[in-house]
């Protein structure tokens, strides 16, 4: 069955600028979601459009949390809302919305299956 089509599991993920890491890699456990679970990941990520802009980086974190499982490396921090906005730029943010995004997009080929 396909990774797109098994909602609950989680696939790990590496931001771009710490690829090179060989030794304790930062890494995210993002979540396969639900039909149901996506479109309301989809529903946040419209608020962060709608907010104003001392309120955008909330707003993607809270997003971001929906789909985000664990992280690991990341200075001992606890993953909270709090922590995300304390820890990542807003590009590294973008990047892990974006990434949960694609993960969770059927393609034409899988909607086949």
């Known amino acids: 069955m396909p990774l ?3 909602p609950g599991v989680q696939v790990d993920y590496v931001l771009e600028s710490d690829r090179d890491i ?3 890699q930062p890494s995210f456990k993002l979540k396969i979601l639900t039909v149901e679970m996506f479109n309301q990941y989809q529903a946040l990520l419209k608020a962060v459009q709608s907010a104003d ?3 955008q980086m909330r707003a993607s974190a809270n997003a971001l ?3 985000l499982e ?3 490396n990341m200075g001992g921090q606890e993953m909270s809302v709090d922590s995300i906005m304390n820890t990542l730029t807003l590009m590294e943010l973008n ?3 974006t990434a949960l995004a694609k993960l969770n997009q059927l393609t034409v ?3 086949k299956v």
């Open 95 to 97: 990047e892990l919305s």
């Open 53 to 55: 802009e001392s309120e």
């Open 70 to 72: 664990s992280w690991k």
């Open 22 to 24: 060989k030794e304790n």
């Open 65 to 67: 949390m929906f789909g």
């Open 4 to 6: 797109k089509l098994n």
């Open 109 to 111: 080929k899988e909607k």
